[in-house]
C-alpha cells in the first residue's frame, strides 16, 4: 500500500478513524507513516502554531506512538509492508551525487554555473529489467552501466567501504573529472520499489473512464460495474531509504571503468570529528547572535525572574543582574518549551533539572 503526502496530508480537528493513515510534512524528511491506533479528533491549528509546518511532532521511530488531540498515532515503516509481501516488486537503487564549489571546484577549470549553485548527477544502475529513465519524485534518472558493491553492514566494529565502478565511454567519467574534483562529493543512495516509482514512467496509452459511463456497458455477472484506472497508482515519492556516503578516493581508472571508493563522513581523510566539543552547557552569547533571545524578562543565573524594580542597568541601558545559567533549563524558561530552542549545548551529556 502507498501513502503519498499529497492524499494523506495530516489535517487539524479532523475525525479519524482507526486505521486512518497520514504523513509528515516532506521538508522534515521524515519518510516514515503514522496509522491511527485510536479513534478521534485531532487538535486545532492554534496548538502546533510554532511547530514546525504547523503540524504534530511526528516521531522518527517506528512503533513509537503520538497523542494528537483524543488520536493516537503510531509510526510504521510502508516499505516494510511492501519488503513483507510473499512477491515484492522489484528494488530500485537511485544515485545522486552532488558537487558542491567550496569542495569540488577544479582550478584553474572555473565553476560551470555562475551563481555558485551546487551540481547534480543523478542516475540508476539500470538492474532488475530496468533498462529506460526511471522517474522518481519529479527528478529523472537517466540509467547508467555501474557496480556497485560493499554495502553491506557488519557486526564486527568497522563501518563499510563500498566502491562505486563507472563505465568509463568514451573516457566520459575521465574529462568529468578534468572539470570537477570528485573527492569529498557526496553520493546519496536512495532505495525504493517499482510500485513506488511515478506514474509517468509507465504506459500512458490507456483508455480512461468514470464510473458513471461504464456503468451500464461493463458489469460483472454479479452486477458490479469494472471501471478503468491509472496504472501504477501507488506512486509515493516519500517511500524511500537514503543513505549518505562520501567519495574518498578514485581507486581505479583506465579507458574500460572509473572506480571510486566511498566512505561515512566520519571516515573521510582530513576531517576532524566532532567539530564542536560535547558540553553540557551553551557557549553561546548570552543575547547574541547564536542565542537570538531578545526578550524584556529579565532573569538571574539561577533561572529566578527579576521584577521591573529589581533591575540594574548601566549607563548603556544593559540589565546588569540579567544572566543566563548556559542549561537547557535556562533556555526553556526565557523562550518556552513549546518551541525549537537554539540551546548550544548537547542535550545527552548530562540530565539537567
Same mark, same amino acid.
Not at 504547523?54 to 498515532?73: N, S
Not at 569540488?104 to 544502475?125: F, G, I, K, M, T
Not at 522517474?135 to 563500498?162: C, H, M, W
Not at 458490479?224 to 515519492?237: E, G, K, P, R, Y
Given at each position: 500500500? %502507498? ?24 521538508? /522534515?524528511?521524515? *519518510? +516514515? ?23 504534530? %511532532? ?11 488531540? *483524543?488520536?493516537?498515532?503510531? !509510526? ?13 516488486? %522489484?528494488?530500485? #537503487? ?7 564549489? #567550496?569542495?569540488?571546484? =577544479? ?52 563501518? &563499510?567501504? &563500498? *566502491? ?9 567519467? *575521465? ?12 553520493? =546519496? ?15 500512458? =496509452?490507456?483508455?480512461? %473512464?468514470?464510473?458513471?459511463?461504464? !456503468? $451500464? ?7 458490479? @460495474? ?9 506512486? $509515493?515519492?516519500? !517511500? ?24 561515512? /563522513?566520519?571516515? +573521510? ?26 526578550? #524584556? @524578562?529579565?532573569?538571574?543565573?539561577? #533561572?529566578?525572574?527579576?521584577? !521591573? ?20 533549563? @535556562? ?6 518549551? $513549546?518551541? $525549537? ?13
Amino acid at each position: 500500500m %502507498a501513502y503519498p503526502y499529497a492524499l494523506h496530508k495530516w489535517e487539524a480537528e479532523k475525525a479519524y478513524a482507526v486505521g486512518d493513515v497520514v504523513r509528515a510534512d516532506p521538508a /522534515k524528511d521524515n *519518510t +516514515l507513516a503514522f496509522k491511527c491506533i485510536v479513534a478521534g479528533t485531532t487538535s486545532s491549528l492554534d496548538t502546533y502554531a510554532t511547530f514546525p509546518s504547523q503540524e504534530p %511532532a511526528f516521531p522518527f521511530k517506528i512503533t513509537q506512538e503520538l497523542i494528537d488531540g *483524543t488520536c493516537t498515532w503510531e !509510526a510504521f515503516e510502508p516499505l516494510a509492508e511492501e519488503l513483507l509481501r510473499l512477491a515484492p516488486t %522489484a528494488v530500485i #537503487d537511485l544515485f545522486q551525487i552532488t558537487l558542491t564549489k #567550496d569542495t569540488n571546484e =577544479q582550478p584553474p577549470v572555473p565553476w560551470p554555473n555562475d551563481d555558485d549553485s551546487n551540481v547534480e548527477l543523478l542516475y540508476h544502475a539500470g538492474t532488475n529489467g530496468l533498462t529506460e529513465d526511471i522517474k522518481f519524485g519529479n527528478q529523472t534518472y537517466p540509467a547508467v552501466p555501474v557496480e556497485i558493491d560493499g554495502f553491506e553492514f557488519s557486526g564486527r566494529g568497522t563501518l &563499510p567501504r &563500498p *566502491t562505486l565502478k563507472v563505465a568509463n565511454v568514451n573516457n566520459a567519467i *575521465t574529462s568529468l573529472m578534468l572539470t570537477y574534483n570528485p573527492l569529498g562529493a557526496k553520493v =546519496q543512495r536512495i532505495r525504493t520499489f517499482a510500485k513506488f516509482i511515478d506514474t509517468t514512467n509507465f504506459n500512458q =496509452q490507456v483508455p480512461f %473512464a468514470v464510473e458513471s459511463d461504464v !456503468a $451500464d456497458a461493463l458489469t460483472t455477472e454479479g452486477g458490479d @460495474s469494472l471501471i478503468m484506472q491509472t496504472f501504477n497508482d501507488t506512486a $509515493d515519492d516519500n !517511500a524511500k531509504i537514503v543513505e549518505t556516503w562520501y567519495i574518498d578516493r578514485v581507486s581505479g581508472e583506465n579507458q574500460q571503468f572509473v572506480e571510486f571508493e566511498l566512505a561515512p /563522513k566520519i571516515d +573521510l581523510v582530513n576531517v576532524s570529528l566532532p567539530r564542536r566539543t560535547i558540553e553540557e552547557f551553551c557557549p553561546w552569547q548570552y543575547r547574541g547572535t547564536e542565542c537570538g533571545y531578545q526578550g #524584556d @524578562s529579565c532573569f538571574t543565573v539561577n #533561572d529566578v525572574a527579576i521584577a !521591573a524594580a529589581d533591575k540594574i542597568v548601566d549607563s548603556s541601558g544593559k540589565v546588569t543582574n540579567d544572566i543566563c545559567g548556559k542549561r537547557l533549563s @535556562s533556555c526553556k524558561r526565557r523562550f518556552g518549551g $513549546d518551541v $525549537d530552542l537554539p540551546y548550544g549545548g548537547f542535550y545527552g551529556a548530562r540530565l539537567q533539572a
